[in-house]
């Protein structure tokens, strides 16, 4: 399974860094002061180098379209994987979805 997700979670990992870094272009360009940088009010593309953008935008729009691209090549059925209630992982997992506070309260014994 690793070896079948290992390359999915490779492209994701790029595009995810390329929209990041994208993100950060537009917002630091946009941003008066530091206090900006968590989402300014107005963005403008008079503030940026559109050539700078554009290179920013094309490589994402690139990683994005290798993302699908490796997405549709694989076998649909790696990721359909079918969880055993019986399981004990998945009880846990279960229990911290449902209610977190109470199934990690350390005075219950496990």
């Known amino acids: 399974m690793q ?10 990992d790029e595009c995810s860094f390329a929209c990041a870094r994208l993100k950060k272009y537009v917002t ?5 002061s530091i ?14 180098d559109f050539a700078e953008f554009e290179q920013l935008s094309s490589e994402f729009n690139s ?3 290798e993302m699908k691209a490796t997405l549709l090549s694989r076998d649909r059925d790696i ?3 079918s969880i055993d209630p019986n399981d004990p992982t998945a009880k846990m997992f279960s229990r911290l979805l449902v ?5 990690l309260n350390m005075e219950q014994g496990a």
Do not use: Y
């Not at 940088?37 to 107005?42: N, T």
């Open 63 to 65: 990683k994005l379209r």
């Open 79 to 81: 990721l359909n994987k």
């Open 28 to 32: 630091v360009w946009n941003s008066k």
């Open 35 to 48: 206090e900006d940088l968590s989402g300014p009010a107005f963005l403008d593309f008079k503030k940026m």
């Open 3 to 12: 070896h079948e997700v290992g390359p999915l979670l490779d492209k994701f």
């Open 99 to 103: 209610m977190p506070s109470s199934s």
